[in-house]
């Protein structure tokens, strides 16, 4: 008696695992654009309030993006916070970077164009009550490289009457200074940048 063949059942071909990449990059541009949306909500906010108290409550309703949402991008207000003055130092480095190599008076000129240009990040940047420190480093590397070229151009015997007076010729080459005048007298940042290239070729005469 022959012996019944056992039927075999078929395998089915094995699927092919999807590469998963694109989603997950996607995901993760997603992502990056919901942090940018409320950094920037933020910038907005310290420029209207001049610094003032921004509750996660008005970000979230300014973005459509959730509490909860917030909350699993940053872990609490501080972290927002360091996030925002990051996104701020990083602008105004790189703006800050096209000018550098310009001789000091046409990096003056310049710069208060600049400012203009990047007028709410500049004020954010002035405003944000986070950050201090990171803004005095900031502000020394920039006094010391306005101070070199200076020296570089115009190269004399340092004394300490010259130090002081070389300072105050840096220290009018600043944000503060823009932001004043161009909201006390309403000039652009074109015509302070003369102005102040104006007071600065004064100065450098009598040194």
């Known amino acids: 008696m022959a012996l019944a063949k056992k039927k075999t059942a078929k395998k089915s071909p094995k699927r092919s695992k999807k590469n998963r990449s ?9 992502v990056e654009k919901s942090q940018t949306r ?3 909500a933020m910038v907005q906010f310290l420029v209207e309030r001049k610094g003032g108290d921004v509750k996660i409550d008005e970000l979230a309703k300014r973005t459509k993006i959730s509490q909860r949402t ?6 609490d207000k501080t972290a927002l916070l360091e996030a925002t003055d990051a996104y701020l130092q990083s602008y105004l480095q790189a703006g800050m970077s096209q000018v550098t190599e310009l001789s000091f008076r046409g990096f003056v000129k310049q710069v208060f164009t600049m400012f203009e240009r990047n007028e709410s990040l500049v004020m954010a940047y002035m405003f944000s009550p986070f950050g201090q420190n990171a803004r005095d ?5 920039f006094n010391r490289i306005l ?5 570089a151009e115009k190269p004399m015997q340092m004394n300490k009457e010259r130090e002081r007076k070389l300072a105050l010729v840096v220290s009018l080459v600043n944000a503060k200074l823009w932001y004043d005048i161009r909201t006390d007298f309403g000039y652009s940042g074109a015509e302070i940048g003369e102005t102040v290239e104006w007071a600065v070729d004064a100065l450098l005469e009598k040194i």
Do not use: G, H
């Open 137 to 141: 480093l900031f502000r020394k590397k």
């Open 70 to 75: 917030i909350f699993r991008f940053f872990t």
């Open 22 to 30: 694109y989603d997950n990059s996607t995901r993760q541009e997603k």
């Open 147 to 151: 101070l070199d070229r200076i020296l």
């Open 38 to 40: 409320i950094i920037e």
